[in-house]
């Protein structure tokens, strides 16, 4: 798997122009929100969003910007993971998810120092990677991967009940983006 891989995968799964009533977002194109476009340079009609953009623009924001390239080269699959979320919720967001299992699964820091939540993977949330993948192994990986799409399907049930309107979206959310 690359990101070339998940990229493909991933535009084809958001699909083309969607406008959906319900959605905060607005138009938007292969997943790419008008919004998003607009902040990196596409000023045209989003039912014409090229794919190369939207490559560009998911690479940069979602793989390159949080640091899943540097994650994956310790697990692809954790990083693949990481990419998918943070599309759906943002970098920051998946970010704090893969923090926050780390430390709930450092018992009690004999493993290593629990991290700060913050969303910005950098050299502490690295080294506690590291350190749990050497004690855990691949095994690990498969449950650090399980306790991140915990959160995030405890988030979309919190969205549906804060928001009725995001009940349309929640089937999908969950058929798609968890497992």
Same mark, same amino acid.
């Given at each position: 798997?690359?990101?070339?891989? #998940?990229?493909?995968? #991933?535009?084809?799964? @958001?699909?083309?122009?969607?406008?959906?009533?319900?959605?905060?977002? &607005?138009?938007?194109?292969?997943?790419?929100?008008?919004?998003?476009?607009?902040?990196?340079?596409?000023?045209?009609?989003? *039912?014409?969003?090229?794919?190369?953009?939207? *490559?560009?623009?998911? *690479?940069? /924001?979602?793989?390159?910007?949080?640091?899943?390239?540097?994650?994956?080269?310790?697990?692809?699959?954790?990083?693949?993971?990481?990419?998918?979320?943070?599309?759906?919720?943002?970098?920051?967001?998946?970010?704090?998810?893969?923090?926050?299992?780390?430390?709930? /699964?450092?018992?009690?820091? *004999?493993?290593?120092?629990? #991290?700060?939540?913050?969303? +910005?993977?950098?050299?502490?949330?690295?080294?506690? #990677?590291?350190?749990?993948?050497?004690?855990?192994?691949?095994?690990?990986?498969?449950?650090?991967?399980?306790?991140?799409?915990?959160?995030? &399907? @405890?988030?979309? /049930? +919190? /969205?549906? @009940?804060?928001?009725?309107?995001? @009940?349309?979206?929640?089937?999908?959310?969950?058929?798609?983006?968890? &497992?």
């Amino acid at each position: 798997m690359t990101i070339d891989t #998940l990229l493909d995968e #991933l535009i084809a799964r @958001e699909g083309g122009y969607v406008d959906h009533p319900a959605d905060r977002g &607005g138009p938007t194109n292969m997943g790419i929100t008008l919004s998003v476009a607009r902040a990196n340079g596409f000023t045209g009609d989003m *039912r014409r969003l090229p794919a190369a953009t939207a *490559r560009t623009i998911y *690479r940069q /924001l979602y793989w390159d910007g949080p640091g899943y390239a540097a994650v994956a080269q310790q697990s692809m699959a954790l990083a693949a993971e990481l990419f998918d979320t943070a599309v759906n919720m943002g970098p920051g967001v998946a970010s704090t998810f893969l923090q926050r299992a780390l430390n709930a /699964l450092n018992r009690n820091q *004999r493993d290593y120092p629990d #991290l700060q939540a913050d969303g +910005a993977i950098g050299v502490r949330t690295h080294a506690a #990677l590291r350190a749990f993948r050497t004690l855990r192994g691949a095994a690990g990986d498969a449950v650090l991967i399980k306790a991140i799409e915990a959160l995030q &399907g @405890e988030r979309y /049930l +919190a /969205l549906a @009940e804060s928001r009725p309107a995001n @009940e349309a979206f929640l089937y999908g959310w969950l058929a798609n983006r968890i &497992g």
